[in-house]
């Protein structure tokens, strides 16, 4: 927590709401999982490279990940790269 402190918090936009309602439409994230579709979409809408979770549930989770893709892409995104910080590289960060 001590490394993101810095990081700036990243807005909720309309454009946020509505790619989270689309992931939840098309049954990627089930409904119980709405923060979940959130947390995805406001890293997909504000350009992230990186989306760090340790949900491997709904978020961190290779069935889903295509689905994911393929939802942005079809919205004009790009989804981040989405992993665990353990698979991240301490060397990024720094």
Same mark, same amino acid.
């Given at each position: 927590?001590?490394?993101?402190?810095?990081?700036? #918090? &990243?807005?909720?936009?309309?454009?946020?709401?509505?790619? /989270? $309602? %689309? +992931?939840?439409?098309?049954?990627? !994230?089930?409904?119980?999982?709405?923060?979940?579709?959130?947390?995805?979409?406001?890293?997909?809408?504000?350009?992230?490279?990186? #989306? &760090?979770?340790?949900?491997?549930?709904?978020?961190?989770? /290779? $069935? %889903? +990940?295509?689905?994911?893709?393929? !939802?942005?892409?079809?919205?004009?995104?790009?989804?981040?790269?989405?992993?665990?910080?353990?698979?991240?590289?301490?060397?990024?960060?720094?």
């Amino acid at each position: 927590m001590k490394a993101i402190r810095s990081f700036p #918090l &990243l807005e909720i936009t309309d454009e946020v709401t509505e790619l /989270a $309602e %689309k +992931i939840l439409r098309k049954g990627v !994230i089930p409904e119980k999982g709405a923060r979940d579709a959130a947390h995805i979409a406001v890293a997909v809408c504000h350009g992230m490279d990186f #989306l &760090l979770t340790w949900n491997c549930r709904h978020i961190a989770n /290779a $069935e %889903k +990940i295509k689905a994911l893709e393929n !939802i942005c892409r079809s919205g004009g995104y790009e989804l981040p790269v989405i992993c665990t910080p353990e698979e991240f590289s301490e060397e990024v960060i720094i």
